[in-house]
């Protein structure tokens, strides 16, 4: 019944959180993506799969700022942002995590996710060395925010370790509670399981539709099919910089465009 | 006597200009083979032109060895250094990052210059020109031969470097390093070995400079800052890691020199090149023949 | 989490105070309170440039010029146009600051080697533009008759009383720096040292974090150069050419520059093996001076302030 409710809700409000229009991205003479067009609804899980080299990252890469596109536009909650700077992408809400991994590793586990908190609050140079009594209040608030963020990613006991001592699936769950501490309404995660074992890989999934469940949008980019199916309310498929299919999973699954891709681009 | 028009001045400022870039050239080349090979910017650089200057002065004037005999000798022996500094001071650091190796090299430079104080003192020493001092009048200009040797000298290292890298066995190796070491050592190069070889061969063109510029400019011990300077900036403004960029960048930072200083000030002459050089490096982060796409690649 | 522990900070600053009147007892160290004159305004400036090196990882061989800014900004204003030193005194940390933003504004876009050269040039034009403007600046002469500082009638008159002056310049900027270390902003800019990609994704707006370091180290190189250019009431261009800017990246890569305790170390260090202890060497301090440091850089990557972390490594296994 709630549920129900919810939904209708959801549906009655139902909007787009991104919006992707002509976008194109070339390197030099080469086409990295060509003519994309798709929309990502708001409050669901959406993966973005296709062979190697298909343009995925750098698909990401234009959505959160670090290449501008060569052509088009991109509209997070309604505005234009492909011509904003990563840093100004990132305070609007739109987060991200990285394939390798990216930590902070001359810090602190829950420094890492501190780091994230930085558009949380706002301090002036002069304030913080003169150390006001407002810098140290908003201090206590953001490391409170951040050990809120560990307890979510079950990372709290390790909050003072260095994060590169962390084995590889905690790296990547510290990845994305960083991503998470920038409080965003869309979050992009790049292989967010790559690298991880069976155990590790369920911990992860399971986090990201907690995410979801806390009405985060999440844009995922997994060669882990498994994880894909299971977690995706959509998919889109790239091949060659080229969207060849987009629907749900099962419809995209039996898309002959793309068996031919994933079996073409084995050779 | 001929009439001195501003035709001629200027044409004497590009000669002058052109023969002190073909020295910056070379020591920028000397920065771009190091470079290429370990990314290290080696701030000795200069020290190697200083020496190569000097030890030739010892061969060729006071031991009275033939200039043919006292050439490839200070040659050899500057190579030493070279592979002296990467031995003893670049491959012992155990965490090597952009500035612990700037630091280091700069302390080299320090030892070097030290060393060099003691051994020289601090007096400028001369070495006689290779082909005499009677100027040659050319369109009114005066041309020191020396001068030719010198741009002469620029053409024979930028034909022998480009035959070495590109047809040689060993030069072909020294670029998949640059190029890509972790790949270069999973085929079988040996990279240390290749970088001993980039220090050897940089110390050479390094000696080579520092001996033909000894009789136009004279030498003393504390000549290294100045020469690596201007090198490291000719290397940046054509670009680090290109080798046209490097000769380019040299001739362009001498001839701006010559001009700034014939015809604007010569108080400001080590200025407007620098000047130059930002300007350039505001517009073009990546110097004039480098590529984004290639810096970005390169650790430091 | 970077804590900087309190107590060794007092301890220090105790012990600074206590130093005139324990080496009015000791002739042997009489005449050091005058080192420490140098040692402090050595200081303040490896301070700035600890946090913009050793924190936020970029480098700057152009230190000496704001350093020669302010001094020249305080000459120049107190002996041509009679003003009031502590007017100079901001009015040369205003003007280093401008410059530091017009020069920073495009250098900090440049990386590594590229940002070295650029800083570098910088502070060539800088040394040259101090030794030419022999009007201005009296070239390379130098300039005579600076006024020594006085507060409300207080004459800092005395060796004694201008090392108090500069250590509580130095108390003051250590004390603000380690706060800015311990802050959002220090974290920043420990980010952008680690990966300027992950920073940016995190909202961190790099170039304007790298700029205000930069200003910040500028500022306390002015700062320092006009407490030079008041307690020595002389200034020349020698003082702050490039070999002072690599001397200046010497002492924080020998103290260590990823703490920021390595600023203070290693401007003590540097100002007494130069002014004091490698006199002894006569013509041969110079090779002396170039082996320590070659010898820190290789055994101790982290310099001399890194040495404690060693001990208690050894003492983990």
Redesign the interface.
Known sequence: MVQELKFQVRESLEKNILEVEQVAMAFGGLMALINQNFRVKKGIIKAIIGPNGAGKTTLFNVI?G?FPPTEGTIRFKGQAIEHL????I??RGL??T?QTV???????V??NV???C??R?R?S?LA????LPQ?KR??NK?KEKAMDILEFINLKDKF?EPADSLPLGEQKLLEIG??L??QPDLLCLDEPVAGLNETETQVASSLIRLIREKGITVLLVEHDMKVVMDLSDEIMVLNYGEKIAEGPPEQVQNDPKVIEAYLGGED | MEKITFATQLLQYLITGLTIGSIYAMVALGFIII?NVTEI?NFAQGEFVVLGGLVMVVFHVSAGLPLVIAFPATVVLVMLVGILLDRL?IR????PS???L???T??????????A??IWGKDPFDLQAFSGRDPISFFGAIIQPQYLWVIGFLILITISLSIFFNSTIIGKAMRACADNPDAASLVGIDTKKMILLSFALSAAIGAIAGIIVTPISLMEYDRG?SLA?KG??AA?LGG?GSFPGAILGGLIMGTIESFGAGLI?S??K??FA??V??AV??FK???LLGSVEI?KM?R? | ??RISKLPIAIFFAIIICFPWIAKHIPAIGHYPDLMVFAGIYCLITIGLSLL?GYAGQ?SLCQAAFYGIGAYASGILTVRYGMNPWLCMLIGMGISALVALLVGA??L??????L???T???G??VF??F??EVELTGGPDGMRGIPGLSLFGFQFDSVNKYYYLVWAFVFAAFI??I??IQ???G??L??I???E??????????SRFKI?VFI?GAVLASLAGSLYAHYLNFINPSTFD??VS?KL??MI?LGG?HQIWGAIIGAFLITFLSYEWLHFFG?????V???I??LV??FL?DGLAGIPGIIKGWFRN
Request: no cysteine.
């Open positions: 959160t670090f700077k990563a840093h100004d990132a305070s987060s991200r990285f990216e930590l902070f590793d001359n810090m602190t829950l420094e501190m780091v994230g930085h558009t609050i301090s140079f913080t060395g003169f150390k810098v908003k201090e953001i003072n960083r991503g501490a920038t | 470079y910017i001071a012992p650091i155990r965490k952009v500035l612990t700037i630091i280091a700069i302390a080299a430079s320090i030892l070097m210059k030290g060393v104080m003691v800052v300077i490291f900036g940046i680090l000030s108080a400001y080590d200025a620098l000047i050089l930002l490096l505001f982060p990546s110097g810096s390169k430091f | 989490m970077l090196m480098i495009p250098s876009k440049l990386k590594g080697h590229y070295a050269m650029a570098l040039a910088f060539i034009i040259i533009i030794n030419e603000f720096t706060n800015i802050s959002r902003t974290r920043a420990r980010a040292h680690s990966s990609t992950a920073a940016s994704a995190m909202g961190v707006n790099i205000i910040y490039l070999f690599i990246l010497i890569a520059m013509e041969f301090e110079i090779i001076y170039g082996g440091l070659l850089t290789i990557p």
